[in-house]
């Protein structure tokens, strides 16, 4: 015979408390999240309470500055917005065999993209899927990492170490780009030709949280360097990163083709240094096992036609700007 308990366990989660749970995560109380789904509080409430009952699981305690989430519903989050992630993709599939693109798309996009060919991409997209409403967003993989692990970012335009696509990504490379060690125009080290001459230096650095020992593989274990890293500002934006490196005195480690950038020209300098550094990656980066959206697609193949546009462009400024890229497509 079956127990009440299993008969609760059984029971099926409904995408109401679906959506009452991830509003509240957003907002972060249940009347912000009463307010976002134009409901009343009392009726965000009923549909947690019922998804607590029905797991016979604690998903959240409610202190005086808001929800604060257990494991149990920081997992169920995840899945959460999964579900409605795919329900998104569904719905858009279905309105362009009906003629109409809609939806929303949400991508990462790193920066040296951003700062060069990304204005080009997006109107390029937004002619061919007006509809489709378009979120961006600055794609240091520490950024991206969780918002393409919970469903929340479609997927990215960027670096992923090798020892971190198997795990949960899928990654289709682009592009090879060189990377190189940059400070800025007139630093002290600006003529350094060792990494080993820069150790007593002040650095920034971004990485996702399971990316550090790559990082540091790559940029200094493997030469033989040892840096104190308590000398390492970990920076989570471009615009923190920029500012140590042009106001601090920072050094950092990046794309090579961020010194001939248009907004960093004339402002950064990619050190001549004796240690060479492998290319690095720039990707189509996914969750594994979850096909891309139409929208997806149409913004991935906008991003490889102006990739290649430039590419083969003759200006001045496109040969300095993929000098120091390779395509792969």
């Not at 257990?70 to 003629?99: C, F, N, P, S």
């Not at 969750?287 to 200006?315: E, K």
């Amino acid at each position: 015979m079956m127990t009440t308990r299993s008969c609760h366990l059984g029971t099926p989660m409904k995408l109401h408390q679906l959506q009452a749970l991830i509003a509240s995560a957003e907002t972060g109380s249940i009347r912000g999240a009463a307010r976002s789904l134009n409901l009343s509080q009392a009726a965000v409430t009923k549909a947690l309470r019922e998804l607590e009952t029905a797991q016979q699981l604690p998903l959240f305690v409610r202190t005086p500055s808001g929800l604060n989430f257990t494991e149990y519903g920081k997992v169920l989050l995840t899945h959460a917005r999964l579900v409605l992630k795919q329900l998104e993709h569904a719905q858009a599939e279905l309105d362009q065999l009906r003629g109409k693109n809609s939806g929303r798309l949400c991508v990462g996009v790193t920066p040296w993209i951003a700062l060069t060919l990304l204005p080009e991409v997006v109107l390029e997209f937004r002619q061919r899927m007006p509809e489709v409403r378009l979120e961006l967003f600055e794609s240091l993989m520490a950024v991206a990492q969780p918002l393409l692990r919970d469903g929340s970012m479609d997927f990215a335009i960027g670096q992923l170490h090798p020892s971190q696509a198997p795990q949960d990504f899928s990654c289709e490379t682009l592009l090879d780009y060189q990377t190189s060690v940059l400070v800025r125009q007139g630093h002290a080290r600006q003529d350094a030709r060792s990494i080993h001459e820069l150790l007593d230096q002040q650095w920034t650095l971004n990485y996702a949280p399971d990316g550090h020992d790559a990082l540091m593989q790559d940029l200094f274990w493997r030469h033989g360097a040892q840096i104190d890293e308590r000398r390492i500002v970990r920076a989570h934006s471009l615009a923190i990163l920029q500012m140590l490196v042009e106001h601090a005195d920072m050094c950092t480690w990046g794309p090579t083709i961020m010194s001939t950038a248009p907004p960093f020209l004339g402002r950064l300098v990619s050190l001549q240094l004796e240690e060479q550094f492998e290319p690095r990656h720039l990707s189509i980066v996914t969750r594994c096992n979850v096909a891309l959206s139409n929208p997806a697609l149409c913004f991935t193949d906008c991003l490889l036609q102006v990739i290649r546009r430039h590419a083969r462009s003759a200006r001045k400024e496109d040969r300095a700007l993929f000098e120091t890229v390779r395509l792969r497509v």
